[in-house]
């Protein structure tokens, strides 16, 4: 038998992100034995190799180190094409490209997931959410560790908050450990480093991106959207810039132009509501100034200011959910007849000519 048969078990059980007692599980043995064929200490029993190869999804060749590589490299040309489709928005092709990525490789959970996610935005349907619901539980019943659970979780949650499905969105939150303010690995991570050393400036400045995002959008943002009073909600919106601004000081906002942006469009809104087109003229004006400043990031860029001069933009890393530029995106928004108000004025048009 091939010596190396336990070796291919054991990776074949690490990329797929299954246990031993899992696979044990399937196989009807004992993890014992499984820890024995991957420490070379013993062999599977011929009768047993179908079955194991069936419980990766891999022929006996694979299972015996033949084709592997060929396979690998197949699986990461569809994992890298699906990312760099994301970054460009492209939802339709990045469907296409893992819908057949699962008819191939319909047992690899990179596979199973990605082509979850991409189905999810492409299909907006009770049977497409019930089929992705599916492949989510697949996923989480193979997979016991809880870093391999995150992500099949949180597209759980998505589709069961998407089909009303209130209360199983509730359960599935709850499965996630609970934020606590010391007790994270990012911070941990800090305290283990070298306060000196060049990974612990790295770990801090992640930590401030990460927290400056979600006090900016979530915690003050989220917030402001769901005011009623056009003045209150200008109010937080303004305090959400003004963390984007104390972060990215020196005005290179990297991927940040593209919620800047935002946050200028929808104070410019509220500013429309409330009959102040003088104030709605200025923030469209940043508006447009950060969607350009966002349409013209190159595929990366190094972020310079002080808190975070050691982190990078990387377009590859990010998902628009749209196609094409964000002006050209939101240009036809500025049809709408409430815009109507400020549609003669010449600042305004010189705005929309300048494009």
Not at 167 to 182: L, Q
Not at 256 to 285: Q, S, T
Not at 343 to 353: G, I, P, S, T
Request: hydrophobic share 40%.
């Amino acid at each position: 038998m091939n010596l190396k048969v336990g070796a291919n078990i054991r990776e074949l059980r690490h990329r797929q992100g299954i246990t031993q007692e899992k696979l044990a599980e399937k196989l009807g043995t004992t993890s014992q034995a499984v820890s024995r064929w991957e420490s070379a200490v013993g062999y599977p029993d011929i009768e047993l190799l179908p079955h194991i190869a069936d419980a990766f999804g891999v022929s006996l060749d694979e299972l015996f180190g033949k084709d592997a590589r060929e396979k690998e490299a197949k699986i990461q040309y569809y994992l890298e094409e699906c990312q760099r489709l994301g970054s460009l928005g492209d939802d339709e092709k990045r469907f296409a490209l893992m819908r057949e990525a699962y008819e191939l490789f319909p047992l690899d959970h990179r596979i199973m997931l990605k082509y979850a996610w991409a189905k999810a935005p492409a299909e907006e349907s009770e049977e497409a959410y019930e089929s992705i619901v599916a492949i989510c539980n697949r996923v989480l019943d193979d997979n016991p560790a809880d870093e391999l659970r995150y992500d099949p979780l949180s597209l759980l949650g998505m589709m069961y908050r998407s089909m009303g499905k209130t209360e199983e969105a509730i359960a599935v939150a709850k499965r996630f450990p609970k934020m606590r303010s010391y007790e994270c690995q990012e911070l941990d991570l800090l305290f283990a480093y070298d306060s000196e050393s060049e990974e612990y400036t790295l770990q801090l400045q992640q930590i401030t991106e990460t927290c400056a995002e979600l006090f900016a959008s979530i915690c003050i943002g989220w917030q402001a959207r769901r005011r009623r009073d056009d003045r209150e909600k200008i109010r937080l919106l303004q305090k959400a810039l003004s963390v984007y601004e104390l972060v990215y000081d020196d005005g290179n906002f990297g991927f940040f132009h593209n919620c800047v942006a935002r946050l200028r469009w929808e104070m410019g809104d509220c500013y429309l509501k409330l009959g102040e087109p003088e104030k709605a003229i200025e923030c469209f004006k940043h508006f447009f100034a950060h969607a350009r400043a966002f349409d013209s990031l190159p595929a990366e860029q190094p972020y310079t200011a002080a808190l975070v001069n050691r982190l990078a933009y990387k377009k590859i890393h990010t998902l628009k959910g749209y196609q094409g530029t964000m002006l050209a995106y939101y240009l036809p928004k500025f049809e709408d007849e409430r815009y109507d108000i400020i549609r003669a004025d010449k600042r305004f048009r010189a705005l929309l000519v300048a494009l």
